[in-house]
């Protein structure tokens, strides 16, 4: 929808990932906005529809991320959960918001865009498929 806001929250630690789904977002024409909860001051939730949190221990551990995701659960945002490591493993606040859900695991280019994922079976290419599936 030319409506549609994507908010893409983050730890820096994070950032080559962030870029890889930034550069898709762009040549689908989705507006989309940044946010590192960790420095921010205030959050753009309220102007989303979609909330896309990238997992990351860095982003775990920062009670700014907490809130923000926890806002936006709140206010009923479709949250996507995106891993960036094979090793980490979300627990506590994160693990119980994630339990059952399918996310994305999206590590370099490469895996990025090719047909098979992890957790996902479609690749980063189809997100306006994922998008429709969610309205």
Not at 86 to 102: C, D, Q, S, V, Y
Not at 112 to 130: C, E, G, I, W, Y
């Amino acid at each position: 929808d030319a409506g549609s806001q994507v908010l893409l929250l983050f730890h820096s630690e994070s950032r080559q990932v962030v870029d890889l789904i930034v550069d898709s977002l762009a040549k689908k024409s989705i507006q989309f906005q940044l946010e590192e909860p960790q420095t921010s001051e205030t959050t753009r939730v309220q102007n989303s529809q979609i909330v896309v949190m990238i997992m990351s221990q860095g982003f775990h551990d920062t009670y700014k991320s907490r809130a923000t995701i926890e806002l936006a659960r709140q206010l009923g945002k479709k949250i996507i959960p995106v891993s960036t490591s094979r090793a980490f493993k979300p627990t506590g606040w994160m693990g119980l918001l994630i339990a059952g859900k399918l996310f994305f695991r999206i590590m370099d280019q490469k895996q990025a865009t090719s047909k098979q994922h992890d957790f996902f079976n479609s690749p980063m290419d189809s997100l306006r498929d994922v998008r429709s599936r969610l309205f």
